[in-house]
């Protein structure tokens, strides 16, 4: 079975500051993981996702994010954030490049301060 | 590219009644969708597996004779709340997998309120 924890469940921060938003997985096959951005009373738009190959990804919005395996770890950054980043972020892992299933971390509301 | 609608975005009920939410790709056929709740400040919760021209496949715990869902063509799949109770008010989400390597595209939602 595969599981997601989002170790922080709220992140605040200044506008330009740089955030790092937690994701770590566990799973006993190779995974694809994705981080996926949720505004209010909307759907979900992925951010970006790791399927194979470089261990640095880079997706939209100017995120990014590194797939580390030996720590099981998949954290997304960006360097400088603007208001418009806050919303809610989702983590998610599945088992294969198919129409295979996604499971979701518990969510973390980042939150720009001016 | 790659887009997907639900209809109604937004829909209030009284408690006994049914309702139908639906879920169109609009520019790819789509031979899995997925149907998600979610609880206020929750993750998204996975219903169901359906694909095109056979039964879903539902998470445990989630009533079938309930929750409805019939996935009748490549573009198109729905979800019936039958005999709706306060305790179904949720926000529900489909998602489209057929092309871009299987990537799963998510509809905007369906804010279900039941009275």
């Known amino acids: 079975a595969q599981s997601v924890t989002q170790l922080d469940s709220q992140v605040p921060v200044f506008e330009e500051a740089p955030v790092e938003l937690r994701c770590n997985y566990s799973?006993?096959?190779?995974?694809?993981l994705f981080w996926y951005v949720q505004y209010p009373n909307q759907g979900l738009q992925l951010l970006l996702k790791?399927?194979?190959?470089?261990?640095l990804v880079k997706g939209i919005n100017g995120f990014e994010a590194e797939f580390n395996k030996s720590q099981t770890s998949f954290h997304l950054r960006k360097p400088s954030v603007h208001i418009s980043d806050t919303a809610e972020y989702f983590c998610?892992?599945?088992?294969?490049?198919?129409?295979?299933?996604?499971?979701f971390g518990q969510g973390t509301r980042l939150t720009i301060n001016p | 590219g790659a887009v997907v609608s639900q209809h109604p975005s937004r829909v209030i009920c009284k408690s006994g009644t049914s309702v139908k939410i639906e879920c169109r790709s609009l520019?790819?056929?789509?031979?899995?969708m997925f149907w998600y709740r979610q609880f206020p400040k929750k993750s998204l919760m996975l219903m169901a597996t359906?694909?095109?021209?056979?039964?879903?496949?539902?998470e445990q715990g989630v009533e079938k004779d309930k929750f409805l869902i019939n996935h009748a063509s490549l573009t198109l799949s729905t979800l019936t709340v039958t005999s709706a109770h306060p305790e179904d008010s949720s926000f529900y989400i489909c998602?489209?997998?057929?092309?871009?390597?299987?990537?799963?595209?998510f509809g905007p939602g369906t804010r279900l309120t039941v009275l």
């Open positions: 998602s489209a997998s057929g092309g871009y390597g299987g990537e799963q595209f």
């Open positions: 799973s006993s096959v190779s995974v694809y």
């Open positions: 790791y399927l194979s190959g470089s261990t």
């Open positions: 998610a892992v599945s088992g294969g490049q198919g129409a295979q299933k996604l499971v």
């Open positions: 520019d790819f056929q789509a031979t899995t």
């Open positions: 359906s694909n095109e021209g056979s039964k879903a496949t539902y």
